[in-house]
């Protein structure tokens, strides 16, 4: 085994799916904090959550004069709350409900004269609970939720040098706390055609030609994480466009290419894996769908 596979840890805990389902809501109580009060960004990119050498941040939100920010420590299992006159309260992440999380954050805001009202319904979920009365959702194992965290930096990573051969609008890697999933998102330049019967949440994510690649922990059909990558709109003959490595498949349940995580994790190069995953899906989707790839690519190093 080499050292890179080494550093991709497993997703195989018995105790992670619980743990994802419960981090999944505490992420989503955070997001919705940084949407209450960042100003709109097209594509929705001012309200997701970013990488960082410790776990997830929202970045710096704007409050009054000044700003705070909020991260997830996987290393420390907390939740930190940075103001920026100095001013810092912590959460310990451990095993609890999502309403008595939910419950001590708000406090927390409130007691650092952070006035922010959410929505407590949680998003992109079947059957949601609401926030203050979910007391399904109570399990965090701690290595766990380090490993998942883990494996999104080492993607952070491989996507952040896959996002640097593009030189066309190009979103930031970052975390979608609706989905839980890390993306990145390419653009042709190009408007997309309408879609009059969409909610206005897909309306301005997909308001433009798009090729997105990311990691999630799977759902539905899919009962692992894996590697998606997708175009939209798709053009004819993608679905049965060649890509690689050996495992990547098409799922006409998602209409994206999808390859486990457990693969690209044995793989004797993951990154290597994981970039020829990217870069064969983006080329399948740019070629097929016309985009001028000339004016929108990297040439050397």
């Given at each position: 085994?080499?050292?890179?596979?080494?550093?991709?840890?497993?997703?195989?805990?018995?105790?992670?799916?619980e743990t994802c389902a419960t981090l999944h809501m505490w992420t989503q109580m955070v997001g919705k904090v940084r949407l209450a009060l960042t100003p709109p960004v097209n594509h929705w990119w001012g309200v997701a959550l970013y990488l960082?050498?410790?776990?997830?941040?929202?970045?710096?939100?704007?409050?009054?004069?000044?700003?705070?920010?909020?991260?997830?420590?996987?290393?420390?299992?907390?939740?930190?709350?940075?103001?920026?006159?100095?001013?810092?309260?912590?959460?310990?992440?451990?095993?609890?409900?999502?309403?008595?999380?939910?419950?001590?954050?708000?406090?927390?805001?409130?007691?650092?004269?952070?006035?922010?009202?959410?929505?407590?319904?949680?998003?992109?979920?079947?059957?949601?609970?609401?926030?203050?009365?979910?007391?399904?959702?109570?399990?965090?194992?701690?290595?766990?939720?380090?490993?998942?965290?883990?494996?999104?930096?080492?993607?952070?990573?491989?996507?952040?040098?896959?996002?640097?051969?593009?030189?066309?609008?190009?979103?930031?890697?970052?975390?979608?706390?609706?989905?839980?999933?890390?993306?990145?998102?390419?653009?042709?330049?190009?408007?997309?055609?309408?879609?009059?019967?969409?909610?206005?949440?897909?309306?301005?994510?997909?308001?433009h030609e798009v090729i997105s690649a990311g990691l999630w922990p799977g759902s539905g059909a899919m009962r692992e994480a894996a590697f998606y990558a997708y175009?939209?709109?798709?053009?004819?003959?993608?679905?049965?466009?060649?890509?690689?490595?050996?495992?990547?498949?098409?799922?006409?349940?998602?209409?994206?290419?999808?390859?486990?995580?457990?693969?690209?994790?044995?793989?004797?190069?993951?990154?290597?894996?994981?970039?020829?995953?990217?870069?064969?899906?983006?080329?399948?989707?740019?070629?097929?769908?016309?985009?001028?790839?000339?004016?929108?690519?990297?040439?050397?190093?």
């Open positions: 085994m080499t050292a890179d596979e080494t550093a991709w840890p497993s997703l195989s805990s018995p105790t992670w799916p960082t050498a410790r776990g997830l941040t929202t970045s710096p939100i704007p409050y009054g004069d000044g700003a705070f920010e909020i991260v997830f420590d996987f290393i420390d299992h907390m939740l930190v709350i940075d103001v920026d006159d100095g001013r810092r309260r912590t959460i310990a992440l451990a095993p609890r409900s999502v309403a008595d999380f939910y419950g001590e954050a708000m406090r927390t805001l409130d007691e650092l004269q952070i006035r922010v009202r959410i929505s407590p319904m949680p998003s992109e979920v079947p059957a949601p609970i609401r926030f203050d009365e979910d007391r399904v959702h109570a399990s965090y194992d701690a290595d766990a939720a380090h490993c998942w965290w883990r494996a999104l930096l080492k993607t952070d990573l491989v996507l952040q040098e896959f996002r640097a051969r593009f030189i066309g609008k190009c979103s930031p890697v970052h975390f979608w706390w609706g989905g839980f999933d890390l993306a990145v998102t390419r653009f042709s330049g190009r408007r997309a055609p309408d879609r009059p019967n969409a909610d206005a949440i897909t309306r301005e994510g997909y308001s175009a939209a709109p798709e053009a004819a003959g993608f679905k049965t466009a060649r890509v690689g490595p050996a495992g990547a498949f098409y799922s006409p349940d998602f209409n994206e290419f999808l390859i486990t995580y457990e693969d690209v994790r044995r793989a004797a190069s993951p990154r290597a894996a994981l970039l020829e995953f990217l870069q064969s899906t983006y080329e399948a989707g740019a070629e097929l769908g016309g985009w001028n790839r000339a004016e929108l690519e990297r040439v050397g190093p």
